[in-house]
C-alpha cells in the first residue's frame, strides 16, 4: 500500500535512507521534515504486509514538471517490484497534477537505479558534469507522462 507520509514515518524512513545511501548522499532527519512540509502532496511511503515501511520516494514541482527528489527500498525488501511500484504511483500522481514529465537525476555509477527507471519508460536525456562533486555525473533522465 503506498499514502502519503507523515511525522510518524520519519524514524522507519530514516532507517531506509541509513540503509541504501552513503551518510553524504542521504537526507538528515531535519531535511525529511522540511520536505514533509513543503511537498504535502508529494512525498509517499509504501507499507509492508506488517505495516512497516519499506520505501519512500519524495516528488517535487520543478518548473511544472514532476521531479523525483530521491527514491529508496528497504535493503530486505528489495527486487519485489517495489520501486517500479512507486514509479507508476509517481506517474499518475504527476498526471493527477497537470506534470507532463517526470523528471530525475541518478548516479551514473548507480545501474541498478538507471535499470529500473529504464524499465518504467525513463530515457537519458542529458548528462551533467561531476554533479555530486566527486566526478561522477548525473545522468538525467525523464518519461512524457501526459497523454
Ligand atoms: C534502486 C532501488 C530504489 C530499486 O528498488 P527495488 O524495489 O529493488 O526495485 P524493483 O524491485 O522495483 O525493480 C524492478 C525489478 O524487480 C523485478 N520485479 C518486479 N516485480 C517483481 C515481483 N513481484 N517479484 C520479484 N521481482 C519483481 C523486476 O523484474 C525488476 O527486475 P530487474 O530490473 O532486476 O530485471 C533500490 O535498489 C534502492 O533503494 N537503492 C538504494 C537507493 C537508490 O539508489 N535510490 C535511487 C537514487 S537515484
Partial sequence: M?????????EGILEIEKASFKWFDGFSKSVF????????DGFFVVLGKSGSIV??????????????????VHPKSRNKG???????YLESKCR?????????????DNKRAIDVYKKQGLVEVAKKKDFYG??????????????
Avoid at 566527486?134 to 497523454?147: C, F, H, N
Fill in 82 to 88: 517495489i520501486a517500479a511500484s512507486l514509479l507508476k
Fill in 55 to 72: 520505501g519512500y520516494a519524495i516528488l517535487a514541482d520543478k518548473k511544472g514538471n514532476g521531479y523525483l527528489l530521491s527514491i529508496a
Fill in 33 to 40: 521534515y522540511q520536505y514533509l512540509n513543503e511537498f504535502r
Fill in 134 to 147: 566527486d566526478r561522477v555525473d548525473a545522468l538525467v533522465m525523464e518519461k512524457t507522462v501526459s497523454d
Fill in 96 to 108: 493527477k497534477k497537470g506534470f507532463p514529465k517526470l523528471m530525475l537525476e541518478v548516479r551514473e
Fill in 2 to 10: 503506498i499514502r502519503n507520509a507523515t511525522k510518524n514515518d520519519i
